[in-house]
């Protein structure tokens, strides 16, 4: 019973997560300045866009690689819900 419900609570969220609509993000660093941590992860073409969307079969061993050694506010600045794309990757991966 306890691992139906965690399973229609990871649906949900994955559910809220696709659907979150945002209109802008005050967060969101300024355009001359960069994250140098995201220099490796715009050196795979896809990775982050297919991680985005559920696309497992997509991602590359190296594309794990980088984004599970990302530092948490990096992981956080490409993801909306860092903890859940952080515990599907790893399980994917």
């Not at 306890?2 to 809220?16: H, R, S, V």
């Not at 506010?73 to 819900?81: A, E, N, R, V, Y």
């Amino acid at each position: 019973m306890q691992t139906i419900l965690a399973m229609n609570m990871i649906a949900l969220i994955i559910m809220l997560s696709i659907f979150i609509q945002t209109l802008g993000n005050d967060l969101a660093p300024a355009p001359s300045q960069t994250l140098p941590c995201l220099d490796d992860v715009k050196t795979i073409p896809n990775c982050v866009k297919a991680v985005f969307h559920f696309k497992f079969k997509e991602v590359t061993e190296t594309c794990c690689t980088i984004l599970l050694t990302l530092p948490d506010d990096c992981f956080g600045f490409l993801f909306p819900i860092p903890r859940v794309y952080h515990f599907l990757l790893k399980s994917a991966c």
